[in-house]
């Protein structure tokens, strides 16, 4: 499939994205129909690559997925959530195949700074791999716990998790800056919502709250496995 082909099913993409209200604003639009999801998706066929709906990407030896490219309607209410500006810092815990870290990277522009980090080395390394090949090296892959943030290149003006957790790692708190928004797919009640934080002085306060499901994170703020295995007996 040629690239005149590619772009109109990202462009067919936006336009259910635009549709169905997920999409609001142009920045994140734009975003999407030049970011190519194909190239992070290598082995995939493109028209499934643009289909709105998450991929899996590595397994557990028992056959559960693990990491994903994340279903694009999710990632864009996410990232109109986070509100990124151009030039402005970003920190995204759960690399996957780095498609979503390169939508960040076009939204804060070549003035601004994306890091995302990753537990898993054989995921940052595709990550990586993937970023390169469309011309992105710029973006900082890290192999690290997700729940200690990246200090290094703190503060950050944004912070997103792409994995779904049960509490706030004081780590994420800290690196962000004042004025800050945090995104993140959280626990509550036993649904997950993907919940944007903004951050005073010494408190944060929820500011938007939607509905998402995300694969949980892995590390020291992992929560308890949620598969029962159940025995031979009916």
């Keep these: 499939m040629g690239d005149d082909d590619c772009k109109a099913l990202r462009d067919q993409l936006v336009d259910r994205l635009s549709n169905a209200g997920r999409l609001c604003t142009e920045q994140v639009a734009d975003a999407f129909r ?3 999801r194909h190239l992070f998706l290598p082995g995939v066929e493109p028209g499934k690559s643009y289909a709105d709906e998450a991929i899996p990407t590595k397994w557990q030896p028992d056959g559960r997925a693990i990491s ?3 279903q694009p309607a999710v990632m864009a209410v996410m990232l109109e959530q986070l509100c990124v500006e151009a030039g402005q810092r970003v920190l995204e815990i759960g690399a996957g195949t780095g498609y979503n870290a390169a939508l ?3 939204l804060v522009g070549e003035a601004g700074a994306v890091t995302t980090v990753d537990i898993d080395e054989d995921l940052v390394e595709q990550a990586s791999r993937h970023l390169a090949a469309v011309g992105l090296a710029r973006v900082k892959v890290v192999c690290a716990d997700g729940a200690d943030g990246w200090a290094e290149s703190a503060p950050y ?20 800056a004042t004025g800050g928004r945090l995104v ?3 626990s509550l009640r036993g649904a997950q919502r993907s919940v944007a934080f903004e951050r005073a002085e010494d408190h944060l306060t929820s500011v938007s709250i939607v509905d998402c499901g995300f ?3 892995r590390g020291a703020l992992a929560g308890p496995d949620s ?6 007996e009916p």
């Design 34 to 36: 030049t970011v190519p």
């Design 68 to 70: 994903s490219s994340s």
């Design 104 to 106: 960040l990277s076009h």
């Design 157 to 176: 003006d944004r912070i997103i998790l792409t994995v779904g957790t049960e509490d706030l790692a004081p780590a994420w708190i800290d690196q962000l």
């Design 184 to 186: 993140l797919p959280l």
């Design 215 to 217: 694969m949980p994170l």
């Design 227 to 232: 598969v029962r295995r159940l025995g031979a």
